[in-house]
């Protein structure tokens, strides 16, 4: 789920004119430090700074924190194909020469037409690149995500996954969201049958809590969780916390707060004039910085967008910026 993902069932929309007009923040990636740097479980108001550059995905896949969401390459309300197909193309093609190497994908998104726009762009894939995609949320309607967490549903979307995006193995795949209809561990199972068959090489969440991370490494290693988490929303600080303690990659969707109705003195707008760049750059900067684990996915359908969250990497904040930030979401 990227940056402007609707919950099951919730739509959400916020541009980026909206982020900069709020002063809320948006979470991209920003290229910080080693990646043998740990982090503890202590409160986000005294972190240890992200330093590190990359991130080593179920401690094989190396790939650069700033990746990239492909659901905004899709229809209206992530319905149908883009107005401009060739622009969702170059986009996709673009974001791999500026250096990312992981990208977010779904089956819902669409549906299916991100994975064939990404195949389409990538396809024979560069080396090193690292397509990560999702099942277990069907769309009857635009607007409407259904989970179906059976196990014969995922075993199904995990094939027809492989065939859009030409691939005879998923580097990650992500259970969209718990069916609770249908046990965790049925679902896992699944996943974990599709692993040893050799189509699924690492397995990751979205949509969980700490208890059922837990869960579901009882039944198959998990390297990745996807949850909301932004400067404003940090109900998955728990979540953050248990993956950092474990080296789980954490991959924040919805990093656009919106809302907020900051007054014009507050610390992004002050932080982003100390240092002469836009305030969605320094809500990058400070959302990676704030952990190692930190994996952000966003995504554009806008080349300008996309290059200035590229370019976000660039910035360092201060520590007192960094804590006036952090500080905003009380």
Not at 39 to 63: I, W, Y
Not at 234 to 258: A, H, T
Request: net charge neutral.
């Amino acid at each position: 789920m990227t940056d402007e993902f609707p919950e099951p069932r919730q739509g959400r929309s916020v541009t980026r004119r909206t982020f900069i007009g709020v002063s809320l923040a948006s979470g991209a990636a920003l290229l910080a430090g080693k990646s043998d740097v740990t982090f503890g479980a202590q409160s986000s108001t005294t972190p240890k700074m992200a330093t590190n550059t990359t991130f080593k995905l179920g401690g094989d896949l190396t790939v650069n924190r700033l990746g990239f969401g492909a659901m905004r390459i899709t229809g209206e309300g992530v319905w149908g194909w883009p107005p401009d197909r060739e622009n969702a193309l170059k986009i996709v093609t673009r974001a791999v020469e500026l250096g990312v190497n992981l990208i977010d994908t779904a089956d819902a998104y669409g549906p299916e037409t991100s994975e064939l726009l990404i195949a389409q762009a990538l396809h024979p894939y560069p080396n090193g690149v690292v397509i990560a995609t999702k099942g277990g949320l069907t769309r009857p309607g635009p607007g409407q995500w259904v989970p179906n967490g059976r196990p014969e549903h995922l075993k199904q979307a995990v094939e027809a996954s492989l065939k859009r995006l030409r691939l005879e193995r998923i580097d990650l795949y992500q259970l969209h969201a718990v069916d609770p209809k249908v046990p965790l561990e049925e679902s896992l199972g699944a996943l974990k049958q599709m692993q040893d068959a050799g189509k699924i090489r690492h397995v990751g969440l979205s949509n969980v809590d700490p208890h059922e991370i837990a869960r579901a490494r009882k039944i198959v290693p998990i390297v990745s969780v996807q949850n909301r988490y932004n400067i404003e929303d940090r109900k998955s600080e728990n979540v953050l916390i248990y993956c950092e303690k474990d080296n789980l990659g954490f991959l924040p969707w919805f990093p656009i707060g919106g809302g907020g109705g900051l007054k014009p003195e507050n610390p992004l707008n002050l932080a982003a004039k100390a240092h002469g760049v836009s305030v969605v750059q320094v809500a990058l900067a400070w959302l990676l910085e704030r952990s190692p684990v930190m994996l952000p996915i966003p995504g554009t359908s806008s080349f300008a967008h996309l290059e200035e969250n590229v370019a976000a990497a660039n910035l360092k904040l201060t520590p007192e910026e960094w804590k006036a930030i952090d500080a905003i979401a009380g």
